[in-house]
């Protein structure tokens, strides 16, 4: 089975700071990765996808994650992190079946003003 | 499209209650899971269903637990007895494949309180 791990349970950063949160994951095979953001009592929304494709995938909200086989690693980063980016990111990974997702513990997000 | 649609959004109920979670997926989409979220355990699929049939259900935690899909848009989530340790945020998602990944779309959740 696949496992997701996000380094990080909290991460804060200064607003116009850059954000950096990490996931890896355990795949023998290439996978398809996904990264979703959560606000307060809200379901998750898709950010962006990898379905090895190009590396660097961009998805809403100025957000971006590059795909490192090597690294087995699918970080997301935003160049300069806005109030409204405080939220709760949660990576996932399916197999290329797609029909069994497996999601991190999620990285909460503070944006200091 | 209005999403996927969960009710009721809040539930706060007593122990041996049954509990029924409601939730319409988005028109074409073939799957539909049912995850479960609480702080302790993070986000935890129940089961899903693929063109309303039962695929895996391994998830769920144990016999006061049922789901039914008995269309494409619509399916149930069903608990009891309902006890405490139930409580937890419901989520249902539908999913499509696009772009060469199936992709899921979650609904806003179902709150559900035990007391």
């Known amino acids: 089975a696949q496992s997701v791990t996000q380094l990080g349970s909290h991460v804060s950063v200064s607003e116009g700071a850059l954000v950096l949160l990490r996931c890896n994951y355990s795949?023998?095979?290439?996978?398809?990765l996904f990264w979703y953001v959560q606000y307060p009592n809200q379901g998750l929304q898709l950010l962006l996808k990898?379905?090895?494709?190009?590396?660097l995938v961009k998805g809403i909200n100025g957000f971006e994650a590059e795909f490192k086989k090597s690294e087995t690693s699918f970080h997301l980063t935003k160049p300069s992190a806005h109030m409204s980016d405080a939220a709760e990111y949660f990576c996932?990974?399916?197999?290329?079946?797609?029909?069994?997702?497996?999601f991190g513990t999620g990285t909460s997000l503070t944006v200091i003003p | 499209d209005a999403g996927v649609i969960q009710s009721p959004r809040h539930e706060v109920t007593e122990m041996g209650q049954e509990v029924t979670l409601r939730c319409k997926p988005i028109s074409g989409h073939d799957y539909l899971f049912w995850y479960r979220q609480t702080m302790m355990r993070g986000l935890e699929l129940l089961i899903y269903f693929n063109n309303n049939v039962p695929i895996d259900d391994s998830g769920m935690p144990e016999d006061r637990f049922s789901a039914k899909m008995p269309n494409a848009s619509f399916s149930t989530l069903k608990i009891q007895p309902s006890e405490p340790r139930d409580s937890a945020v419901y989520f249902c998602?539908?999913?499509?494949?696009?772009?060469?990944?199936?992709?899921?779309?979650f609904g806003a959740g179902s709150r559900l309180t035990v007391l």
């Open positions: 996932a990974v399916s197999e290329n079946t797609g029909n069994q997702f497996y």
């Open positions: 998602a539908s999913s499509l494949w696009e772009s060469g990944a199936n992709v899921l779309t």
């Open positions: 795949s023998s095979v290439p996978p398809y």
């Open positions: 990898y379905t090895s494709a190009a590396t």
